[in-house]
């Protein structure tokens, strides 16, 4: 393992340390489903990617529920061997092959939507994105150039964070009280 790679692992683990002591606070995951609905209203979005929260990640849930109710069309991931497939999300979810809960809906492209919301462990100021490590969304943001905006805790904007070359970076990051765009 190269030494960017135990880097990125070493960080992984003090980040999920972090998320396990973290209080589910309501209110934060409010204001921060308001912050993703304004920023489609501000950016005038009609199809957006987004994921279902599972582990820990800032919960976006309330913010599906407006999308949808406000004529928003949302694609979700689901996990398909080692690659991410996305559904128009209909509000319903199941249990996929990692034994969490995806949306289910009809088959869509990633390259369909206006913009991406995506979970990251961390993201820093010159838009690198740290994932789970699975590459999934990194393989997945590879074969397109859809506006990528990575989800966090407001703690998980960090100064500098490693990257590796095949890391994908990410247009802005937004949290429950912050949206910070990077020049790419």
Same mark, same amino acid.
């Given at each position: ?16 340390? *972090? ?36 582990? *820990? ?6 913010? =599906?529920?407006?999308? =949808? ?21 209909? *509000? ?5 092959? =990692? ?31 740290? *994932? ?10 590879? @074969? ?27 247009? @802005? ?12």
């Amino acid at each position: 393992m190269s030494s960017v790679a135990e880097d990125k692992a070493e960080l992984r683990l003090k980040l999920r340390q *972090g998320r396990i002591e973290r209080q589910p606070n309501e209110d934060e995951s409010a204001r921060l489903s308001e912050q993703l609905g304004q920023f489609c209203i501000d950016n005038n979005l009609r199809t957006v990617a987004a994921y279902f929260p599972i582990q *820990g990640e800032p919960d976006i849930r309330e913010f =599906l529920g407006w999308a =949808l109710k406000n004529g928003i069309k949302i694609l979700l991931p689901t996990v398909s061997g080692e690659n991410l497939k996305w559904v128009h999300f209909n *509000g319903n979810t199941e249990f996929g092959e =990692l034994g969490f809960e995806e949306g289910t809906g009809k088959a869509g492209q990633l390259s369909s939507v206006d913009a991406a919301f995506i979970p990251a462990m961390a993201v820093d100021f010159t838009g690198n994105r740290l *994932g789970k490590g699975k590459g999934y969304y990194d393989k997945a943001l590879s @074969a397109t150039k859809v506006k990528t905006i990575a989800v966090v805790f407001d703690e998980e904007i960090l100064m500098q964070i490693p990257a590796e070359p095949h890391d994908q970076k990410v247009n @802005a990051a937004i949290s429950a009280s912050k949206l910070i765009w990077f020049k790419r």
